[in-house]
């Protein structure tokens, strides 16, 4: 309610201020937070890691049945599939790191934390 001596520009943006003060209080978080996509990258990495042992796995077990080399073929295998799985994270991170630094530029360092923890 308008009060008696007020002049209608003033009411008007009074009312203005209100409504931007709500409109801030409601807006979405900024997409400034990332969480959401930083866990999908980790999931994403974890993923090929995990894919990339159980993989050469297969592959050397199958060896191992074809080729009769029993244990030989799954240790192989396994030591293959981990050496490439961890090749195929540190260039997918890489791959990461480069796109997150075209949106948001090169990383920043954290302030430094007062030490008084007495």
């Known amino acids: 309610m308008p009060k008696p001596d007020e002049t209608r520009e003033e009411a008007l943006s009074r009312l203005n201020a209100q409504a931007e003060a709500l409109e801030a209080r409601t807006a979405p978080p900024a997409s400034g937070y990332q969480g959401v996509s930083a866990a999908s990258y980790g999931y994403r ?14 592959f050397g077990v199958v060896a191992d049945v074809l080729i009769k080399t029993t244990p030989w073929g799954m240790i192989v295998g396994l030591l293959v599939g981990f050496t490439v799985s961890i090749w195929m994270v540190v260039r997918s991170a890489r791959a990461i790191t480069a796109e997150t630094e075209k949106v948001w530029g090169p990383p920043q360092d954290l302030p430094p934390e007062d030490e008084d923890d007495d």
């Open 45 to 58: 990495l974890m993923g090929v890691l995990i894919g990339g042992v159980f993989v050469g796995l297969g």
